[in-house]
């Protein structure tokens, strides 16, 4: 495989209720559409190095459904389902999001959110954008909270390799 | 998303900045130190509305003042800013990470097109 060297992601929080995530590719559009958009390919990439990625279902028509199931390297499962709302070829993908392991008492209403992912090609490098609108700014911060779980697992991960090193 | 209940126990700063307004206070005084006056004239509100938002931003830490002759200078505190920096970072970092893995799945896809086209 080959190392590309990283660009970095750029979150922004444009409102109380949304995450914005942007990154531009060294790709055509098509392509990154299509790793986007295939099961096989979605696979390879959604994982983020933290676990495997079990489950990819994608119907990609307006109304269909799609859920995404990873297991994290330490065996924990967490999965992701919702529907597709729009979608043009190539430029932008509007579907909803619900998080299987939402806390009792949150409804998916509350905890869900619609994701709109628009790809943009400019002599030919796609810029991503990703734009998370959640119901409410406890559900937006329980998002990024998540991710706050995440990095200290990155961070107990690396202790792990350091001490395994240091034996 | 185990964490829904952190919200309540987050820090005075994550609750200033979470007023759009004084967001716009930060963001001005992103570009360095400036006086009251200058941020009014950015917001476009009252000078008193201006200085309620800017007494919280102190509150929390979040901003310093020092007088300079006659005019108040405001600018950010960073290091009090640090923990929401953190807190975004962590997310952003999946992301990240997911799109590194992405960048490898399109470097094949190219590859693979490449060799198509030689097929030809």
């Known amino acids: 495989m080959t190392v590309?060297?990283?660009e970095t992601a750029t979150l922004t929080l444009p409102?109380?209720?949304?995450?914005?995530?942007?990154?531009?590719?060294?790709?055509?559009?098509d392509l990154v559409f299509r790793a986007w958009t295939t099961p096989e390919l979605v696979k390879r990439w959604w994982h983020a190095k933290r676990g495997t990625v079990t489950v990819v279902e994608i119907d990609l028509r307006v109304g269909g459904k799609w859920r995404y199931v990873m297991v994290a390297d330490d065996g924990f499962e967490v999965g992701f389902h919702g529907e597709y709302r729009e979608i043009v070829p190539n430029e932008r993908i509007v579907s909803t999001e619900v998080f299987e392991g939402l806390p009792e008492g949150?409804?998916?209403?509350?905890?869900?959110?619609?994701?709109?992912?628009?790809?943009?090609?400019?002599?030919?490098?796609?810029?991503?954008?990703?734009?998370v609108q959640a119901n409410s700014k406890e559900a937006r911060d329980a998002i990024i909270d998540s991710g706050m779980e995440?990095?200290?697992?990155?961070?107990?991960?690396?202790?792990?390799?350091?001490?395994?090193?240091?034996? | 998303m185990p964490a829904m209940a952190r919200a309540a126990t987050t820090t005075d700063a994550f609750n200033a900045i979470a007023e759009p307004r004084r967001r716009q206070l930060l963001d001005a005084l992103a570009g360095g130190e400036r006086p009251v006056n200058d941020l009014v004239r950015e917001l476009g509100l009252a000078q008193p509305q201006v200085s309620k938002h800017l007494r919280v931003l102190r509150e929390v830490g979040v901003v310093a003042v020092r007088d300079?002759?006659?005019?108040?200078l405001y600018r950010l505190n960073g290091k009090a800013l640090k923990p929401?920096?953190?807190?975004?970072?962590?997310?952003?970092?999946?992301?990240?990470?997911?799109?590194?893995?992405?960048?490898?799945?399109?470097?094949?896809?190219?590859?693979?097109?490449e060799g198509d086209d030689s097929d030809e």
């Open chain 1, 150 to 167: 995440a990095g200290l697992q990155d961070a107990l991960d690396l202790l792990e390799q350091t001490a395994r090193s240091l034996r």
């Open chain 1, 4 to 6: 590309t060297s990283s």
């Open chain 1, 106 to 131: 949150v409804t998916e209403e509350q905890g869900g959110t619609v994701n709109t992912a628009t790809f943009t090609e400019v002599d030919g490098r796609t810029t991503v954008t990703l734009l």
């Open chain 2, 68 to 72: 300079d002759g006659r005019r108040r």
């Open chain 2, 84 to 113: 929401i920096h953190d807190w975004v970072k962590s997310y952003e970092r999946l992301w990240s990470e997911r799109f590194d893995q992405l960048d490898a799945v399109l470097d094949d896809l190219k590859q693979k097109e």
């Open chain 1, 15 to 29: 409102t109380d209720e949304q995450i914005l995530i942007t990154r531009e590719f060294d790709a055509s559009k």
